[in-house]
T-cell receptor, first 113, second 112 residues
Framework: TQLLEQSPQFLSIQEGENLTVYCNSS?????LQWYRQEPGEGPVLLVT?????EVKKLKRLTFQFGDARKDSSLHITAAQPGDTGLYLC?????????????FGSGTRLLVRP | ETGVTQSPTHLIKTRGQQVTLRCSSQ?????VSWYQQALGQGPQFIFQ???????GRGNFPPRFSGLQFPNYSSELNVNALELDDSALYLC???????????FGNGTRLTVT
């Protein structure tokens, strides 16, 4: 059983559409990170959220950490083909050291021109 | 600034063999973490090395071992390879133990 469940697993949308991907858990996390991974490459950190209810924006990407620090979402506005990739959430449990990341299985996004 | 580099990029081994994967840290980084990413899954933490010592370990058996060298480069060794060890092995360096990770592009290991 995955500690962090991501949904949907796959998403194929048209350029210009909006989308939201979710990262859910029954456990509390002291922080949560979002990464994007492209084929043949390692994950690249997009954002870290640490406070319950926190919202961070990175251009057309909006990240939210749930009030109870058990879930997070990533919203992309007006998606572009360059947004295509595997989106991974990763959390740190309060009982773990901050370097021990627990990853979800990812959401694979395809943005069609 | 040179990023994290891993070698080789691809490797095919037979069950029971041993393998060594290598990682060069990003300049200025003294901490290296290794992750295993099976096909269709997210990465799983194997262990972290800080100043040449193992600093923490995930749920991997002892046949997974590592080294960090004085120049902060690192090796991941896997003995007695099993078919389930087939995966992308990712190395990530960081400025310190609690700093953001910078991942390399991984080594794709196939065990037949």
């Amino acid at each position: 059983t995955q500690l962090l469940e991501q949904s949907p697993q796959f998403l194929s949308i048209q350029e210009g559409e909006n989308l939201t991907v979710y990262c859910n858990s029954s456990s509390v996390f002291s922080s949560l990170q979002w990464y994007r991974q492209e084929p043949g490459e390692g994950p690249v950190l997009l954002v870290t959220v640490v406070t319950g209810g926190e919202v961070k924006k990175l251009k057309r990407l909006t990240f939210q950490f749930g009030d109870a620090r058990k879930d997070s979402s990533l919203h992309i506005t007006a998606a572009q083909p360059g947004d295509t990739g595997l989106y991974l959430c990763a959390g740190v449990r309060p009982e773990d050291s901050s370097y021990k990341l627990i990853f979800g299985s990812g959401t694979r996004l395809l943005v069609r021109p | 600034e040179t990023g994290v580099t891993q070698s080789p990029t691809h490797l095919i081994k037979t069950r029971g063999q041993q393998v060594t994967l290598r990682c060069s840290s990003q300049s200025g980084h003294n901490t290296v973490s290794w992750y295993q990413q099976a096909l269709g899954q997210g990465p799983q933490f194997i262990f972290q090395y800080y100043r040449e010592e193992e600093n923490g370990r995930g749920n991997f058996p002892p046949r997974f071992s590592g080294l960090q060298f004085p120049n902060y480069s690192s090796e991941l060794n896997v003995n007695a390879l099993e078919l389930d060890d087939s995966a992308l092995y990712l190395c990530a360096s960081s400025f310190s133990r609690d700093s953001p990770l910078h991942f390399g592009n991984g080594t794709r290991l196939t065990v037949t």
